[in-house]
């Protein structure tokens, strides 16, 4: 178990979306999170204190989680004294970066030297079988998005809360590092073989009592050239019962790819349901949640309820405005 509270590093990253984790752990587990350490030149906050090392250990923290989510999930040299001072000072430290820790031999040198722990929680640790296809007892949400880092994890959280707010049975399925270091448990898919990535949703979302919800979190993009192979793996594994479209408006290209466009909320909508359709031909999409940060709480409304009445689904920023209205959408069913 990876002990908490947490110091949330943020390097140097160069926007706020770029340090996602530590924004989905200071949002979902405030009680983790003690602080913020940042290097110069980081253009993110997450408006908790700026913590030294030093303060952090007396403090009372107990782990230092790197928060950023990088291209290609590299751990940057830049960082690395701040690394080898937060083992030397006693703290362990967590990333769910694709660069593994362990893989560091400096890192892994000092956390062997002073009996640190490196959690590297990007690391499948279930052999995972095959996808059968089978129908399974239960339902299940999947959130899919117009792009990557649109608030698809976000959108999963906030529906769990509202059904439980109703009594109803409900799953935050966690897909990915962040989800799984708020919740504890769930699937590192990008980190499972491709063959076994629709049979670890399947594993993730098993037989369940019929009026309970999974809500898997989504990942990437059936648009995204780079992501769009752990959309599909979510779709054919979980067999979902009913789809949440995700989508951040006036973004300009799809992250991380200056040359393509996002597609319309009719084109993911079409697509989405095309491919989940084939495991699960009752599929639904219920609703549309919109991240709607950076806006003034009148532009957000107003650009929910004008994608609401060009879509004809319950549209809401879910985080902003609350997910009552897809909550109640998933128990209409």
């Known amino acids: 178990m990876i002990e908490t509270p947490y110091l949330l590093f943020l390097g140097d990253a160069p926007d706020q979306l770029a340090a ?63 690394l080898i001072e937060a083992l030397e000072a006693g703290l362990d430290i967590a990333s769910g970066l694709h660069n593994l820790l362990r893989n560091e031999p400096d890192l892994a040198a000092k956390a062997k030297e002073l009996g640190r722990t ?60 962040t989800g799984i270091l708020i919740t504890g448990d769930g ?28 809500l898997i979190e989504g990942q990437g993009s059936l648009f995204h050239a780079s992501y769009s192979g752990v959309t599909m793996a979510l779709i054919h594994g979980g067999q979902p019962d009913a789809l949440v479209l995700c989508h951040v408006p006036n973004r300009p290209h799809m992250r991380g790819l200056p040359d393509y466009q996002l597609p319309s909320l009719e084109a993911l909508q079409d697509l989405a349901l095309t491919m989940a359709r084939i495991v699960n031909p009752a599929c639904k999409v219920v609703g549309i949640s919109v991240n709607t940060y950076g806006m003034s709480d009148e532009e957000a409304a107003k650009c929910c309820k004008d994608i609401e009445d060009r879509m004809g689904l319950p549209t809401v920023d879910p985080f902003r405005h609350g997910a009552d209205r897809l909550a109640e959408a998933l128990l209409a069913l």
């Not at 003690?34 to 250990?57: H, K, M, W, Y």
């Not at 699937?187 to 999974?214: C, K, Q, R």
Request: some cysteine; glycine content about 10%; charged content about 25%.
């Open 20 to 82: 996602k984790v530590a924004q989905g752990i200071k949002d979902w587990r405030p009680d983790y999170a003690t602080g913020q350490f940042r290097l110069e030149g980081c253009n993110a906050d997450l408006g908790l204190p700026d913590l030294s090392i030093a303060d952090a250990v007396e403090k009372g923290v107990k782990t230092l989680v790197i928060g950023v989510a990088n291209r290609g999930g590299i751990i940057s040299p830049a960082w690395k004294s701040v």
């Open 118 to 177: 490196l959690h590297d929680v990007r690391i499948p640790n279930v052999q995972y079988p095959i996808a059968n296809g089978k129908k399974r007892t239960g339902k299940r949400m999947l959130a899919v998005g117009t792009d990557c880092s649109v608030g698809k994890m976000y959108t999963a959280l906030c529906v769990e809360k509202a059904l439980k707010a109703k009594n109803a049975k409900a799953t935050f399925r966690a897909t990915g590092q």
């Open 187 to 214: 699937v590192p898919l990008d980190a499972v073989i491709a063959d076994f990535m629709a049979g670890s949703i399947e594993y993730l979302t098993p037989d369940n009592d019929a009026d309970h919800w999974d």
